[in-house]
């Protein structure tokens, strides 16, 4: 952050609803077909034609407001947007304007200063999406998708409360866990499913009134949007710093390039015209279906952080991680259920090993090779001292491989733990017998040595010796 | 009931489906009868855009063969004409714009469909003010409809082919399409029964948008009897129009011929000021005393903001038909310009080749009332406005069944009279605008002549009151024979 400068940040969300159909027509949402398959006349403007809306979408929007502690309208109204596109078939778009179905919520995150933050949500709004035009692979002229034209989209926009890229970041992270968590959005970045266009400007320090903004549009990862807000807010104080003044203005982010660029100006900008839609009614929602909607409200993700710290005794930040997404707490808690292993090893094991194995293979957690009750087997072998932590992950390994239980595998390849006292005190002998030097040192007070002893003890015993017992009998067998 | 001598295309629907049902004629004979007809006689009126000859042929053998096997629906193997504002699949719908000459639909309306189910048996598309723009049909890209009780003169708009055909006798039926008065005003000019139910009554799916809140469908008759019948079919809920309203559809042919003693009819104070042609007013003052003398009392009522009803509908009308009209764009169908530049060479002219001027003058008036700045002055006042005059109607409806009036404020003009004078044009529809306004029902009568022109008597209901207007009209014309005239040159 450049000294003197306090920067103000204000962003548009649009999470794609998960419906099957679309918002306005019957058809088909499902990503990837080949070009407008999964456009009917509704979609393709076609004369005479007319939206019915898809009720989904309303139970969607409710239950996102109810999560953000808004208001959610006992009547909205959708409103044509005017402008003209190849791939706005009707030449506008359906959103809300006026009137929204929700206003004034919050979210909470982690501030700058480390401490939580209440960011303000002015509110939600529905709308159909548009087509697409494709640039490349026509000579001379353009192609349109019109697949995506009328996908249900829920657009989020934020209160000027974000105050650097970072927070920006918090803030939309927040809202992608929020969304996948309600089930009403799938939040693929890498297919449009979820996107922004953040609003940037810069005041000087201790300045009240709102600096001119730039809109940066569509950026479409967490990376991009820090790097795209960093190279605009830079490019803001630069511009002012000598002398210039910031100009109200879109500007699209050129992630090959790492720089933001001016799309239009404030001038050049669309007189959209908007004004209620004669061709569909108001929604209209009452106090009990919103009751309901609540009633149905799944677990939220601040809810769930805080029960896993009470309930399952984890750390803040393990319980922030576990429940990164509902799938993954769900993995967790299925865990710790099946076993009587600690609940803070069963978040190692799926923070570590577990989600590391998913991340070699590109798993999500929903994919995941080794089911819960699964892992579960194995943390209940390290409880119960059949297998050292050391050896679980080799057992770990071979069940992700398919290789069968970890009992199974334990049995098969003979890694059940060394208990048996005397065995151990065997090699413990052995040990001592063959590293006379290392023994003076230790008795001489190197007391750190006795990491090396134990080392060579679970060598001899391809590490299947309990590393307590080890450790128990080296100390009596040195003791001076 | 029907005369064996009296010529097929002279009679009603219900008197052709007598005729039908006693093997008189069959539909094919009857189709046949009335495709020479039109085949004689259209040039000289223009009402047909497409005659759909083979099409209307395999429809009355179907007809024939269900009408055989006692399977027939309500309309099996009458005879009617689709206003070209009404999707048909495989066949064009020009909605009379050169914009869509090029368009076949790929689906059928609701109207169209229902009226395929009741067995009907569509003989073509007719021609219309262009995207039903018009209060004469001399903005159609086809060319003006003359009126068959004079050639020179319109037959109004923008339904003017449908009731020109049926005014003609091409057909008993035709439907239509009314967003300020586009079914009434014509009817009224030929002599024909126009009704334009209450809005949501009929589905607009499939009906090339003008103004979506205040498009209706509606039919074109001679006979306020056949009127309920084709209403009887085109109305119910759909649900692919979210403003379509899901309310039982009575049978409107039921107690058509129940008395209208002590029906109380509102007459409009203000409907007897200047604007009026005096002829028209004593037509109306006449055809009033007469439902008097069916038992009808007459009450006067106010609609004091009747003198806003105009420049509020052009207001509205053109704002909505600004952004309906944006989807013809020469992109995905209809009239796409050559060699275009760029896209927006493509766009402007695409548009400016595809569309007519008075379309144009509204698409630029409704862009404009739209605009930031002006929006609240216009668009939002227009509105307010709006509930002002539906206010009006409820108040009357509190005191009467029914109001009557005049549909149109003079006979029959000529064409070409106001076509350079659009506010002139506008102010034809003075009278039926409210209605569309405020949602509310309304039909035409014929009420008799005025210089050899039809005029016609306007009936407003309250909500869902089609059949007190249907009932209204039926008992006038058992009384009167007015709709049984039928021009020279047709009969």
């Given amino acids: 952050m450049r000294a003197g400068w306090e920067v103000v940040i204000g962003l548009e969300i649009h999470a794609q609803l998960a419906t099957k159909s679309k918002i306005f027509s019957g058809a088909s949402t499902a990503y990837g077909a080949a070009p407008n398959t999964q456009a009917c006349l509704v979609d393709l403007g076609y004369p005479g034609v007319l939206p019915v809306l898809n009720v989904e979408v309303v139970h969607m929007a409710t239950m996102f407001g109810l999560a953000v502690d808004a208001t959610v309208a006992h009547r909205s109204v959708f409103a044509r947007k005017n402008y003209f596109y190849p791939d706005l078939p009707k030449g506008y778009q359906i959103s809300q304007f006026e009137l929204p179905i929700v206003e004034h919520g919050e979210l909470f995150i982690t501030g700058d200063d480390g401490k939580e933050k209440r960011i303000g949500i002015t509110r939600a709004h529905l709308e159909e999406d548009a087509g697409k035009s494709v640039h490349e692979g026509f000579d001379q002229s353009s192609g349109i998708d019109l697949n995506r034209t009328g996908t249900p989209l829920l657009e989020i926009v934020s209160e000027p409360d974000l105050r650097s890229a970072k927070e920006a970041v918090a803030y939309m992270r927040k809202i992608h866990t929020l969304v996948r968590y309600l089930g009403i959005s799938d939040g693929n970045m890498q297919e449009g499913s979820f996107r922004c266009d953040a609003n940037v400007s810069i005041r000087p320090d201790g300045q009240q009134a709102l600096g001119t903004r730039a809109e940066l549009k569509n950026l479409n990862s967490f990376r991009f949007i820090e790097r795209a807000i960093n190279f605009e807010i830079e490019r803001q104080i630069d511009l002012v710093e000598d002398g210039g003044e910031v100009v109200q203005e879109t500007r699209l982010y050129d992630s090959d390039k790492d720089e933001t660029r001016s799309m239009r100006s404030k001038e050049e900008a669309n007189d959209y015209r908007y004004f209620p839609d004669p061709d569909l009614l108001p929604v209209e929602i009452s106090a009990d279906y919103i009751e309901a909607v609540r009633q149905q409200l799944p677990e939220l993700p601040a809810a769930k952080r805080r029960r896993f710290v009470d309930e399952y005794g984890l750390k803040a930040e393990d319980a922030d991680m576990m429940t990164a997404s509902r799938a993954l707490a769900d993995y967790f808690e299925a865990a710790v259920a099946a076993t009587d292993a600690k609940s803070q090893l069963v978040a190692n094991w799926v923070m570590g090993d577990l989600s590391g194995a998913l991340n070699r293979d590109g798993l999500d957690i929903g994919d995941c090779k080794v089911a819960p009750v699964e892992l579960a087997g194995l943390l209940t072998r390290i409880h119960d001292n059949t297998i050292s932590g050391k050896i679980a992950k080799q057992v770990f390994e071979a069940m992700w491989d398919d290789e069968g239980t970890a009992d199974e595998i334990i049995d098969a390849k003979g890694l059940k733990q060394i208990t048996d006292n005397s065995a151990i005190e065997a090699v413990v002998d052995e040990v001592i017998a063959a590293n006379p030097g290392q023994v003076a040192e230790y008795m001489a007070g190197k007391d750190k040595l006795i990491g090396f002893f134990v080392g060579q003890v679970m060598q001899a015993t391809k590490g299947q010796a309990n590393p307590g017992q080890v450790n128990q009998i080296l100390k009596q067998k040195l003791k001076p | ?491």
């Fill in chain 2, 1 to 491: 009931m029907s005369d064996s001598k009296q010529a097929l295309y002279s009679r009603s629907m219900t008197e052709l489906e007598a005729g039908l049902d006693a093997g008189e004629f069959s539909s094919v004979e009857l189709t046949r009868a009335l495709l020479e007809r039109i085949g004689e006689l259209d040039a000289t009126l223009n009402t047909f855009v497409t005659v759909t000859a083979d099409e209307a042929l395999a429809a009355a053998e179907r007809a024939d063969k269900a009408r055989a096997a006692g399977t027939g629906g309500v309309l099996n193997g009458l005879p009617i004409i689709h206003k070209d504002i009404f999707c048909t699949r495989g066949v064009k719908t020009s909605c009379g714009s050169r914009m869509l000459d090029n368009f076949i639909s790929p689906y059928d309306a609701a109207v169209v469909e229902k009226m395929a189910d009741a067995g009907a048996v569509v003989l073509g598309k007719s021609n219309m003010d262009e995207f039903a723009m018009g209060s004469s049909n001399e903005t159609s890209y086809y060319g003006a409809v003359s009126n068959p009780w004079d050639l020179e003169c319109s037959p109004g708009g923008s339904s003017g082919g449908s009731a020109a055909a049926v005014a003609a006798r091409f057909a008993p039926a035709a439907t239509g399409t009314d967003t300020g008065g586009s079914i009434r005003q014509p009817a009224a000019l030929t002599g024909t029964v126009g009704i334009k139910p209450t809005y949501g009554r009929v589905s607009r799916y499939g009906m090339i948008a003008f103004a979506s809140s205040l498009d209706q469908a509606g039919v074109i008759t001679r006979t306020a009897e056949d009127a309920a019948r084709m209403l009887g079919v085109m109305a119910g809920f759909d649900e692919r129009d979210s403003t379509s309203i899901d309310h039982p559809v009575p049978d409107y042919t039921a107690g058509l011929g129940e008395s209208i003693k002590g029906l109380r009819v509102g007459v409009v104070r203000q409907h007897f000021d200047e604007g009026l042609d005096a002829s028209c007013a004593d037509r109306i003052r006449e055809a009033i005393a007469e439902l008097e003398s069916l038992g009808a009392k007459a009450v006067e009522v106010d609609l004091p903001n009747l003198d806003l009803s105009v420049p509020t509908y052009y207001v509205v009308a053109p704002a909505e038909c600004s952004s309906n009209l944006s989807r013809f764009d020469g992109v995905r169908f209809g009239h796409r310009a050559e060699n275009a530049k760029d896209l927006l060479d493509l766009y402007c002219r695409s548009r400016g080749e595809g569309f007519g001027d008075e379309v144009k003058r509204r698409i630029m008036t409704g862009t404009y009332v739209l605009s930031a700045g002006y929006y609240d002055a216009y668009y939002l006042k227009a509105q307010q406005v709006r509930h002002l005059i539906a206010d009006d109607f409820k108040k009357a409806f509190a005191n009467v069944d029914i109001i009557a009036g005049p549909t149109a404020p003079s006979p029959a003009f000529k064409l070409g009279e106001k076509i350079d004078d659009p506010i002139t044009m506008y102010l034809n529809d003075i009278y039926t605008i409210g209605a569309n306004l405020a949602g509310l029902p309304a039909m035409s009568v014929p009420c008799g002549f005025v210089d050899d022109l039809p005029v016609g008597l306007h009936l407003v209901g309250a909500h869902f009151a089609e059949q007190t207007l249907l009932r209204c009209a039926h008992r006038y014309q058992q009384a009167t024979d007015w709709h049984t005239a039928c021009p020279e040159r047709f009969q």
